[in-house]
């Protein structure tokens, strides 16, 4: 069975500090995508890679950046966070179709 | 603009009828459909899937049909069980070459409640 982690379920910061949320896969997946979950809004992708050290820009990766220094790692930053960007956050990854994810980490922004 | 869209933000059933949710996409050159069900306080889960050479495809209670002349997806569950109760997210990908290969795009979701 794939095993996507998101190392936090539950996280408080406060606007203006940079915010690190870290996602790691057990199945040697060369893709894994960052998305954020608004109601009415479904997920929206931020970033994704589809590989080590490489990124691409998903549709809403405004005040965001992303780190993939390992296969197996995929890091979302949240440069200054703000409370507009408090959401659920999904990570997943794949091989090929379909996306595998974690449970996500619900992040306030106070 | 929206590329998927899923008008119904919410539907309610009878346990034992039929539940049939509905997916509107805008770009034909979308070629592979998914469907997922995501639970409160988890990550959503793959439910059954559809390319676009088929118009159809089953599994179990689960049925997907496509209309791509309309650009249409629906997911038909028969019998609907109160464990079906979630929300359900239709999403669209392309299966062709590039960086974008395989990214996903999903719909807003529809709330599915199944009433005992």
């Known amino acids: 069975d794939v095993k996507v982690t998101q190392s936090s379920r539950y996280l408080v910061k406060r606007t203006g500090e940079k915010v690190f949320l870290e996602c790691v896969q057990d199945m040697d997946h060369e893709n894994m995508f960052w998305y954020r979950q608004d109601p009415g809004l479904g997920l929206r992708l931020i970033y994704f890679?589809?590989?080590?050290?490489?990124?691409e820009k998903g549709d809403i990766p405004e005040g965001y950046s992303v780190s993939r220094e390992k296969k197996e790692r995929f890091s979302l930053i949240l440069e200054s966070a703000s409370t507009n960007q408090t959401s659920m956050y999904l990570c997943?990854?794949?091989?090929?179709?379909?996306?595998?994810f974690g449970d996500g980490t619900r992040l306030s922004i106070l | 603009d929206q590329q998927v869209k899923q008008n119904s933000p919410s539907l309610s059933v009878q346990e034992g009828r039929i539940s049939i949710l509905n997916c509107d996409y805008t770009?034909?050159?979308?070629?592979?459909f998914l469907w997922y069900k995501k639970y409160p306080a988890e990550g959503p889960t793959f439910l059954i899937s559809i390319s676009s050479i088929k118009d159809k495809n089953e599994d179990g209670r689960f049925t997907v049909f496509l209309n791509k002349s309309a650009k249409h997806l629906s997911l038909h569950i028969v019998p609907s069980q109160p464990g079906d109760s979630a929300v359900y997210f239709c999403?669209?990908?392309?299966?062709?070459?590039?960086?974008?290969?395989?990214?996903?795009?999903f719909g807003q979701g529809t709330i599915l409640t199944v009433h005992p």
């Open positions: 997943a990854s794949r091989r090929d179709q379909p996306q595998h």
């Open positions: 890679s589809y590989d080590v050290k490489m990124k």
């Open positions: 999403a669209v990908s392309l299966l062709g070459g590039g960086t974008s290969y395989g990214k996903l795009t």
């Open positions: 770009n034909s050159m979308f070629d592979y």
